[in-house]
């Protein structure tokens, strides 16, 4: 059974940091494109996530051009891990974030990701407030 766990949420102020965790389990990890997308509070019912970054099974990866030089995805393969590291953090980063994977990286733009990725976390509640 393919699980995705996310973890690594919070309540952060404006300009901080944090690091998400998504600990993947079930399939063969390396084989698959790992991606982070988020949903605002709110946007559900447009029934679209969206896309953050992606990576591919070679290490390389996209962003969403709106977040690139704040966030960095990454991975430790051996751990079937993935990463997010997001910093200087905007209220508007306000959102669910959730870890994806797909079997193959879709190209951008980031818009149209989600509808790609069919194994999906079940989400780490990311909030920036002061």
């Known amino acids: 059974e393919v699980q995705l766990v996310e973890s690594g949420g919070g309540l952060v102020q404006p300009g901080g940091s944090l690091r998400l965790t998504c600990a993947a389990s079930?399939?063969?990890?390396?084989?698959?494109?790992m991606g982070w997308f988020r949903q605002a509070l709110g946007k559900e019912h447009e029934g679209v996530a969206e896309g953050v970054a992606e990576i591919h099974s070679d290490g390389s990866t996209t962003y969403a051009d709106s977040l690139k030089g704040r966030f960095t995805i990454s991975q430790d393969n051996a751990r079937n891990t993935l990463y997010l590291q997001m910093n200087s953090l905007k209220p508007e980063d306000t959102a669910m974030y959730y870890c994806a994977a797909a079997p193959f990286c879709p190209a951008p733009p980031s818009s149209t990701w989600s509808r790609f990725f069919n194994y999906w976390g079940q989400g780490t509640q990311v909030t920036v407030s002061s």
């Open positions: 079930g399939y063969t990890y390396s084989s698959y494109c």
